[in-house]
């Protein structure tokens, strides 16, 4: 009994050599960083007010400063934009080709029709959306061939008429194909037919005089 009542006094003083440890020693410098994190976190949120009363400021200021004066007069550019608009009305354009430019009797139609000659120049005078027909090949091939293409009107009693571009060409099956690939998948035999040949005539699409 007395070896055993000596070791306890020593086990009570290994007991007491043994250092505490804290509780929970990896969340101190957790805690620490987030204290740090919250004075960040207050500023951004000071910054924000700061920023939109500054765009406040700079859209009152904006909006406080008169507009530039126009140089000119802005109704005279009215004017012309006004006179432009009525000269590009399909009517208007077909007037001044027809008074300009020779006609020929290449086919009939039921409805009645014109047809006129034109160049590939003549083009930029017609829509902008048909410009692009100025540098089609099948066209300026044709156009090299026989010197001419043409503009065509059919006439319709119920609307404003149906406007044809052609191109001068024989009815084969290559150039069907050729015709169709560069846009004029449309074919009419003409009127007058050369001496031994039965197939001339003009590959024609659809455009619009109108915008």
Known sequence: ESPQAMQQP???SQA????QQPAHPAQEPQEAAQAMQQP???AQAMQQPQESAQAAQQSQQA???PEPMRVGDPQILEQLEKEEEESCQPGQIWNYFRKNYAKIQAFDYTGGCEILTIKPQDLGLLPRETWIYGNNSFLLHGYYNYRYLILVKLWDPQGDGRYLLGVPGHYYSNEKYMASMFGFPNFVL???QPTGDGRFGYWY???NLGH
């Open 190 to 192: 003409s009127k007058t």
């Open 205 to 207: 699409t659809d455009i």
């Open 10 to 12: 020593q086990e009570s």
């Open 16 to 19: 007491t050599q043994q250092p």
């Open 40 to 42: 960040q976190g207050a």
């Open 63 to 65: 909006a406080q400063e």
